[in-house]
């Protein structure tokens, strides 16, 4: 039932921005961390940001200065902001969350993930 459903990907000239956005929906019963990972053509795949329910964020070093995660907790929702693009930042970005749910048999928690979403930054 819990899906996480992303937005905001496309096609980008060199020094653009783009703005991600990820919201999660179903039978929640709370999020822990959310973060945003890629993969590239070749490469394996990278975590990019992370965010922690408490607001605690990680950057990988070759976004710092230029992504910035954030969360709405009332939305159930984390976003992650991009600036001065880079031809390698072309990727498929993939939002990921820690979600605890409610079962009959008790909680459950693990991570999902979104179905990923196409970034190209052309030169």
């Known amino acids: 039932q819990v899906q996480l459903v992303e937005s905001g990907g496309g096609l980008v000239q060199a020094g653009g921005s783009l703005r991600l956005s990820c919201a999660a929906s179903?039978?929640?019963?709370?999020?822990?961390?959310m973060d945003w990972y890629r993969e590239a053509p070749g490469k394996q795949r990278e975590l990019v940001a992370a965010?922690?329910?408490?607001?605690?964020?990680n950057y990988a070093d070759s976004v710092k200065g230029r992504g910035t995660i954030s969360r709405d907790n009332a939305k159930n929702a984390v976003y992650l902001q991009m600036n001065s693009l880079k031809p390698e930042d072309t990727a498929v970005y993939y939002c990921?969350?820690?979600?605890?749910?409610?079962?009959?048999?008790?909680?459950?928690?693990?991570?999902?993930w979104g179905q990923g979403t196409q970034v190209t930054v052309s030169s």
């Open positions: 990921h969350a820690i979600i605890t749910i409610i079962l009959d048999s008790g909680r459950s928690t693990r991570g999902y």
């Open positions: 965010i922690t329910s408490g607001g605690t964020t």
């Open positions: 179903g039978s929640i019963f709370s999020i822990n961390a």
